[in-house]
């Protein structure tokens, strides 16, 4: 017997050599294309972009978001913690930005040298499931970015999970006063496939994990109505499109 969400999901995951993912849904709610929508766009950008969470770009004022603040059901919706995701993406590397608000933040204090800390998951964190090859289900990458810039980069496979070590950038900026922080993510294209076909579907999921204590927020884009929080359906993920 269990007690609380993340320790079951845990207990679960040890079919993943000990790695402990944790899966929240949330419904998506579009701003602009409505809610229950399973599909982001990523826009095309002609150069390289700098990253700056503070200051973006002009660029991403040409992605659309897309939103979420319900629950790894697809329910308890708090605006209070509404996560928007943007995706840009350029021939050589795929963006992601993420504008996060919250109640509380629990975070890590220590990590490596160039900030990557493993376990980041038992922390708030905001997080993205990407899969370049639908065919291949259970073969995806999973990326994480805390509040306080920490980062984990991961592949995940039947049975067992390795350091992605993409070559991932990232900048992150924590506004305390108004209880939001923003990351933004570079991820090198090659890390992700070999041969990036950007008239490919590909699959995707959004989640962001907070909470000081159990039972913790577990939300996602796209529900996993798991009985216990679990971020490892890649049945539920959404879809990823490319546009010009």
Known sequence: MVSYPYLAVRARL?????????????????PVLGSQMSEIVATH???????NAAHPSEEWQQARPVSFSSDWQGKNGDPERETTV??????????LRFECRYRDLKVFDDSDANGRRDQLWDRDVAEAFLQPDPA???????FEVSPNGMWVDLDIFPGARSDLKSGMQRSVVLDEKSHTW????????????????PGKIWRVNFYRVEGRNEPRAYLAWQPTRTPLPNFHVPAAFGN????R
Do not use: C, M, N
């Open 86 to 95: 943007r995706v840009l993406w350029s021939e050589k590397t795929l963006y």
């Open 45 to 51: 950008v002609e150069r390289e972009i700098a990253l």
């Open 240 to 243: 990823l499109r490319f546009a």
């Open 14 to 30: 040890l079919r993943y050599a000990g790695f402990a993912g944790l899966i929240l849904i949330v419904s998506s709610q579009f």
């Open 182 to 197: 923003s990351a933004e993510l570079a991820i090198p294209i090659s890390s992700l496939t070999k041969q990036f076909d």
């Open 136 to 142: 291949r289900e259970h073969f995806y990458k999973e």
